[in-house]
């Protein structure tokens, strides 16, 4: 996948949805990968997934790399998109670029930042400095107390406008693809209809260019409550807590390890061990 391939991506000009998870280390991505899906996202849900905290707010740039990184190293040739953490970016443009060029050194081949029009400059600047950008509306979890939680984005009309110009400023500004976050269905239709470029929905319904989901959401790894448009392909929790619960009582019980799991002693060893004089 390559940029000017996505950037022409319009599920209305007979392009197939294009697919796209999260990823935060090597073997997921390289089992993702395998599977066929076009593009990664090294997301800062990276926080809430795998890391224990309770938002995305406490991500650093720091972080992302070292998770980027990982990634990398597990899909040498795959599209990887990186997000730009919470304080990466909003305090001014310069710091914007420095945050995405870092993305780009540590292997991403595009970031991503959350945010409408306020942030359309910062996405220009960091398309001027030669690094493709995909812009992030709708739901933007690292603002989500200003949006009053995760819930619902663009549920009135004034919203909904704000949402179709946000969308259309992030395209003006040279963003090469959108995801757009908990809308509803109508007005993913709507944004997806507006772009030139692709728009690749989470919980923004069917007709967008493309979807997007937390790869530990898809696997059923997410403990506790997980959101409306989560469909659950795997039920990993009940797989490994299986297999933890089952390595206790096998070792337990001593029936593991079993004769195969063994390493043969090398006969000059035998001389080290006391002599039995029964046997
Ligand atoms: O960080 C992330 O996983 C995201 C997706 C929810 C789109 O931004």
């Known amino acids: 996948m390559t940029v000017p391939l996505l950037r022409s991506t319009k599920v209305r000009n007979g392009a197939v949805p294009l697919t796209m998870v999260t990823a935060y280390d090597a073997p997921t991505a390289a089992l993702a990968d395998r599977a066929g899906i076009d593009l990664l996202l090294v997301g800062d849900s990276v926080g809430t997934a795998v890391l224990g905290f309770d938002s995305t707010v406490p991500v650093t740039l720091e972080m992302m790399l070292h998770h980027l990184a990982a990634t990398r190293r597990g899909v040498p040739t795959a599209h990887i998109v990186a997000d730009l953490p919470f304080g990466s970016y909003q305090s001014g443009t310069e710091r914007a670029i420095e945050s995405a060029v870092a993305l780009i050194k540590g292997g991403a081949d595009a970031v991503k930042l959350e945010g409408g029009g306020m942030i359309a400059g910062r996405i220009q600047a960091i398309v001027d400095a030669g690094i493709p950008v995909v812009g992030h509306i709708g739901l933007t979890p690292q603002t989500a107390g200003a949006l009053g939680g995760y819930r619902l984005q663009g549920r009135d ?94 070792v337990r019980n001593r029936t593991y390890p079993a004769p195969e799991h063994e390493y043969p002693t090398p006969d000059e060893l035998l001389a080290l061990a006391p002599i039995d004089p029964d046997a």
């Not at 967008?208 to 795997?234: C, E, M, N, P, S």
């Open 157 to 250: 009309l004034d919203s909904a406008r704000h949402l179709l110009d946000d969308a259309a400023a992030i395209e003006a500004a040279g963003a090469y693809a959108i995801i757009v976050e908990v809308v509803p269905s109508l007005l993913g239709k709507l944004i997806t209809d507006a772009l030139t470029i692709p728009v690749i929905g989470i919980g923004a319904g069917p007709d967008t260019d493309g979807q997007i989901l937390v790869w530990t959401d898809l696997a059923g790894l997410t403990q506790g409550h997980t959101a409306r448009f989560v469909r659950k392909y795997a039920d990993l929790s009940s797989i490994l807590e299986d297999a933890f619960a089952d390595f206790a009582s096998d």
